[in-house]
């Protein structure tokens, strides 16, 4: 699809991660943001304010008014798989926020008519395109980590929510966890690849909601642990990779890389010069972030920069999508394995208070 035309982008959706998305967009080549829809009024005037584009209320009347090419599907995850069903029913490509749908046969329905339709279909796994996690990947790839030994994944999750928690969070799957799960899943899936074996551990509040989830995932070339807890403070986002030569040490609250090295020393300096090794890399790492951030390289979300200019890089000229619907759907099923026995504790808890 190499045109001179801009690609014609809608946005469904005007909330806070619209913003995101719009602000990218403006600054991703070969793209043009055409407008947005929403069914709230004074969603759609902030939106058109800070970004003076049209917005519509319905679906119909933004395809009829904007005609877009793509459109990103920014709704809540409920809604995911009939709101990208039917776009890609009425000719338009669709990214989608994580997660792709609530279910594995959401996601199945999804690619299906995906096929049928002949239409795109990709799946918004931002983290995955952080800088500091690009980095860490290609540490890996070139050989500089050595053999992957494991993967160990920890988010939390619940805090820190902008404005409060937004309603719909309790009704999904497993409760708010749901919303932020995709992202260590999609972590550990990119490292350890498919998931062939899983054990998990789960502690639940009053409500049957998880607070705390532990899991050890066998995947084809790499085990991986994932952990996530709604009481963990400070709030902590991080992801370490074991490998045979060298540990990559990724916090992605403060965008930072660290690698920790081999030494053959005498053994008073190996207590010593390994930390200062990593502090000089921590200090060098923060200075840099803190230079950018100023001069407004850096931004939040880095990760869906990076993934929107990859996306309409391969768009443009018909290439497969860096996240396929299929990464999605292997994401979503894994999510339903990891909160399976949640369910089952949930079942067990209620049988018992009727008992």
């Known amino acids: 699809m190499v045109s001179g035309a801009p690609v014609r982008v809608a946005l469904l959706g005007c909330g806070r991660i619209a913003h995101v998305h719009a602000g990218y967009l403006r600054s991703t080549p070969g793209v043009e943001l055409v407008g947005a829809c929403d069914s709230d009024p004074q969603a759609r005037e902030a939106f058109t304010k800070r970004w003076g584009v049209p917005t519509c209320a319905a679906l119909r009347e933004m395809q009829a008014a904007l005609e877009p090419q793509v459109v990103h599907v920014l709704t809540p995850p409920a809604t995911h798989a009939p709101l990208a069903m039917e776009l890609m029913q009425q000719g338009m490509d669709v990214l989608v926020e994580k997660p792709m749908a609530t279910s594995l046969a959401e ?5 299906a008519v995906a096929r049928q339709t002949g239409r795109v279909l990709s799946v ?4 995955w395109f952080d800088p500091v996690v690009s980095r860490a990947r290609h540490a890996l790839e070139s050989g500089l980590l050595g053999e992957l030994v494991g993967v160990e994944v920890f988010a939390s999750f619940g805090e820190g929510e902008v404005g409060g928690q937004q309603p719909w969070k309790p009704t999904l799957p497993g409760g708010p966890i749901f919303d932020t799960l995709p992202h260590p899943a999609y972590l550990v899936y990119g490292f350890v690849g498919r998931p062939r074996k899983i054990s998990t551990f789960h502690e639940l509040d009053n409500g049957g909601a998880i607070t705390d989830l532990r899991a050890v995932i066998q995947g084809e070339r790499a085990a991986g642990s994932l952990t996530m807890s709604a009481r963990v403070r400070p ?22 890389l660290v690698f920790r090295r081999s030494w053959t020393l005498p053994k008073p300096l190996a207590k010593v010069v390994p930390n200062l090794d990593e502090a000089r890399q921590l200090i060098g790492a923060t200075v840099r972030n803190t230079l950018e951030f100023l001069a407004g390289r850096q931004r939040y979300y880095p990760g869906i920069g990076a993934h929107l200019k990859a996306f309409y890089a391969a768009y443009r000229q018909g290439l497969p999508p860096p996240v396929s619907a299929e990464d999605g759907k292997v994401v979503v099923g894994l999510m339903e394995q990891l909160l399976a026995r949640s369910q089952e504790q949930r079942r067990a808890c209620s049988e018992e208070a009727l008992a």
């Open 107 to 111: 996601a199945d329905a999804m690619i």
């Open 124 to 127: 918004d796994h931002n983290r």
């Open 235 to 256: 709030s902590a986002n991080t992801v370490t990779l074991l490998g045979t030569k060298q540990v990559a040490l990724i916090n992605l609250n403060n965008m930072t």
